[in-house]
């Protein structure tokens, strides 16, 4: 047997060696399905499978890319390149490219992103005259978006009359004239939004049988990862592929499908057996990510779900600490107990950021930990805010080389027509708008034949138009024959978009020419990588293709050993040796949008599901007593999510003091609280109505920190040793046993004491956490 196969246990084996045939691995978090699914395509290489018969799908490209990288090191460099392998949308985005004409697309189609089509389709209700209060540019979005995703096209929305209705029933009769003009925007741009890369692929399949035969053929062996992810769209592709080999493999877990609200449909898995005859099922029990504590606290949370497919997991794993449950008083000490718990953590235990997570349910979340991380010098990043080519200086390079590409393409060409300026202005450009309309060509078109058509605009106007169109036509002349790198940097400089920042000479000027620095070099390094590609276009329209499915989960700029921030959803699939995972509130998480069905709640479960079993070692929950949310101070109640945790995995220390992080509030606001009393308003009955205000007895056994002295109400935590500890002073720790103090520094929070103890290690302690006893 291969070496590398050693690694796997007899139950992730058995799908890995299977070659042949529909099979399915359902297994819960961390038992091993994406190991399962790498070691199965070197399996399958070592068998004499062309790699290029290849084909898997992933939910991030950094998944795909960590999955290649692990093949490559089993099998190979050459033979991994040539793997099909990436998230539904960059391997099916590749395609289209190959067949765009079947489809009546340019091959050089333009990929919007969710804000090129937000402003399409703002753009789209204004020029309709309707009120944008009920037209709600981001509410239409996720609407038509829902409709490609069920594969409804506009002819078939208007074929269905309850879906007019509905829309008609909701104030928003044109919902469905919005969509036609969204599509025939796109279409006339050449563009795709995300949506189209599914919609479209499936349109090719079903259209023209030759092509289905095509790729069928081309893919004899399909795997997928997270496939309880997939949503209608996604699934036909997958079935249509599969269709003639029907060597499909899938790896998932019912209970970690936490994407319904995108149109994820957890049938798909249960419906996997019934879709293909002589379906392989195997299942894997055997958790190797967390401690027995973790796997144990979430299978007692995940059991309340009803709608779940019965599943063991269980660890061989150490039993490991409990999971620590702390109360704050508001989102601001949660984010200092964030920090500081880190802080003392990587003190004592030798820990890097980069051991710790921190998810929460929402991004507004982040502010408060972010706050408190830098007061605290302790390296972070963000996930899955504005990713790197998002920002406006970037996106306004990249529209430049949009243009280039794809002159029609209407959202770059809005972008950058007017900036830097050049006296174009906005009722110039609608008039354009109007005129593209009318004459069903692109606004490029109008600019390029402005002398032969009734567009009015004055003469003045006219000439920087025609500067304009001429500027863009030399790039394209030039994009002939220069590579991306050396077109994008003549592009910065002859637009003047480098000389428009400077000028601006404030820190955000800098920040931003900075920022178009790092593009160039990324379109340099990009450029370099691809040397083999002889045709500079293709290098040009392949890294646009990069940058539009690039998510911020896929950048790896920055010092890698950072706290990592992010949101429960973008977890997924990831681990970490520590986890907090905070506001743990009622009406946040559960989400207050989420409380009306119990599909809905279970959905939010499993979410917590996914949370908890992204830590290894230790997870932490937090949650506050009062949160800012939208501009006021709202009261919180405990998620009943923790409450379903059964109690033995739990340890719940709140002294009311030691979460004191802020001396300055007064201890008052604590109202009834008594301290050492932790209080659960619990649904009264598992009907999910919203919490009574009933006290109930002490859910969880409370464990005070022995040596920690009460604090009194003007003081901080951090007090606790002024003016008593001193050079000299024999004192005695929790942990390390006696020492000596040899030196003192730092003021406040930060107060911190060099101490040598008995066993001759020198320690530097926080003093609010070091648990010491003057003796
Ligand atoms: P999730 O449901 O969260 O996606 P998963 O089922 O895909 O999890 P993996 O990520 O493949 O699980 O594995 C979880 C962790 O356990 C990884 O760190 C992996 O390397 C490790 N692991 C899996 N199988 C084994 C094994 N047989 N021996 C040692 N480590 C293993
Ligand atoms: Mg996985």
New binding site residues.
């Given amino acids: 047997m291969e070496k590398y196969l050693s690694?796997?246990?007899e139950a992730?084996l058995a799908p890995t060696l299977q070659k042949d045939g529909p099979m399915i691995v359902i297994?819960?978090?961390?038992?091993?399905?994406?190991?399962?699914?790498?070691f199965r395509i070197a399996y399958l290489m070592s068998q004499g499978i062309d790699p290029f018969n290849i084909l898997a799908l992933t939910f991030t490209n950094k998944a795909a890319r960590e999955m290649k990288g692990r093949i490559a090191s089993i099998v190979g460099d050459s033979e991994a390149k040539n793997l099909w392998m990436g998230t539904f949308h960059s391997v099916f985005a590749k395609i289209l490219r190959i067949e765009s004409d079947r489809l009546g697309y340019p091959s050089n189609f333009t990929i919007y992103d969710t804000q090129d089509s937000d402003r399409l389709i703002s753009s789209i209700i204004k020029e309709m005259g309707l009120d944008k209060d009920v037209y709600k540019y981001k509410q239409i979005r996720s609407r038509i978006s829902s409709y490609k995703n069920s594969l409804i096209t506009v002819k078939a929305y208007f074929n269905n009359p309850e879906l007019m209705e509905a829309d008609a029933a909701a104030r928003r009769p044109r919902i469905g004239e919005i969509y036609q003009n969204y599509v025939e925007r796109c279409f006339k741009a050449g563009a795709m939004d995300f949506d189209d890369l599914l919609l479209k692929t499936n349109e090719l399949l079903t259209r023209f049988p030759d092509v289905l035969a095509k790729y069928q053929d081309r893919f004899r062996y399909i795997l997928v990862?997270?496939y309880q992810d997939t949503n209608h769209s996604q699934y036909l592709i997958v079935r249509a592929l599969a269709d003639r080999f029907h060597n499909i493999c899938v790896?998932g877990?019912d209970a970690?499908s936490i994407y319904a609200f995108r149109g994820a449909n957890i049938s798909n898995i249960l419906n996997f057996q019934r879709d293909y005859d002589d379906v392989k099922v195997f299942r894997?029990e055997?958790?190797?990510?967390s401690t027995k504590n973790i796997v144990n606290a979430a299978n007692s949370v995940i059991d309340k779900n009803q709608n779940k497919l019965d599943k063991i997991v269980w660890t061989a794993n150490e039993e490991g600490p409990k999971i620590k449950v702390n109360r704050l008083m508001t989102d601001g000490d949660e984010g200092r107990y964030v920090a500081s718990t880190i802080f003392e953590a990587k003190m004592q235990h030798q820990l890097q950021s980069q051991d710790f997570a921190v998810l929460y349910r929402t991004n507004a979340q982040s502010r408060a930990i972010e706050d408190a991380l830098r007061k605290r010098d302790i390296n972070y990043r963000i996930y899955g805010g504005l990713s790197f080519y998002q920002r406006k200086e970037i996106k306004d390079v990249l529209s430049y080389l949009r243009l280039i590409l794809n002159p029609a393409d209407e959202e770059a060409l809005k972008r950058i027509i007017n900036f830097p300026a050049r006296g174009i202005g906005q009722t110039t450009l609608d008039r354009l708008v109007v005129a593209a309309n009318a004459y069903d060509i692109s606004i490029f078109d109008v600019i390029r034949r402005i002398d032969e058509l009734d567009v009015k605009v004055n003469s003045g106007t006219r000439n920087k138009l025609k500067d304009f169109a001429t500027m863009t036509e030399s790039f394209q002349v030039m994009n002939a024959n220069a590579n991306a790198f050396e077109l994008a940097e003549h592009v910065v400089k002859v637009t003047g978009l480098i000389r428009e920042f400077k000028k601006d000479g404030t820190p955000e000027g800098i920040a931003k020419m900075e920022n178009i620095e790092e593009l160039l070099n990324g379109i340099k390094d990009f450029v370099e990588g691809q040397v083999e590609v002889a045709d500079a276009t293709a290098s040009l329209s392949e890294f646009l293709e990069d940058v539009a499915l690039a998510t911020d989960l896929d950048s790896d700029k920055g010092d890698p050993n950072h706290v990592a921030l992010m949101t429960i959803h973008l977890a997924?699939?990831?681990?970490f040796p520590h986890v907090f995972i905070v506001g743990m509130e009622e009406d946040l998480f559960p989400s207050a949008m989420s409380m009306n069905t119990r599909s809905e709640l279970e959905e939010e479960r499993r979410l917590f599901y996914?949370a908890l079993?992204?830590a290894?070692k230790q997870a932490y929950l937090t949650y506050t007593l009062s949160r800012y949310r939208w501009g006021k101070l709202i009261d919180a109640e405990p998620s009943r999510f923790i409450e379903e945790i059964d109690e033995q995995y739990l340890d719940v220390i709140t002294p009311l003091q030691e979460q004191r992080f802020n001396p300055m509030l007064d201890a008052s606001i604590f109202g009834d609280i008594e301290p050492n009393k932790v209080r659960f308003a619990k649904p009264k009955s598992p009907k999910l109505q919203k919490k009574s205000n009933q006290k109930k007895a002490e859910p969880f056994k409370i464990s005070t920190p022995k040596k920690l002295k009460p604090v009194t109400k003007s003081k901080g935590s951090s007090n606790l040793f002024d003016g008593k500890l001193a050079v000299g002073n024999i004192v005695n720790h929790q942990r390390f046993g006696r020492g000596e103090v040899l030196k003192i520094e730092g003021v406040g929070s930060d107060l911190k004491a060099e101490i040598k103890f008995k066993n001759g290690d020198t320690k530097k302690l926080l003093l609010r956490f070091a648990k010491l006893e003057i003796l």
């Fill in positions: 690694q796997l246990n992730q297994a819960g978090a961390g038992s091993g399905k994406t190991r399962v699914l790498t990862d997270e790896v877990d970690q894997l055997q958790n190797y990510r997924k699939g990831l681990e996914v079993t992204r290894e």
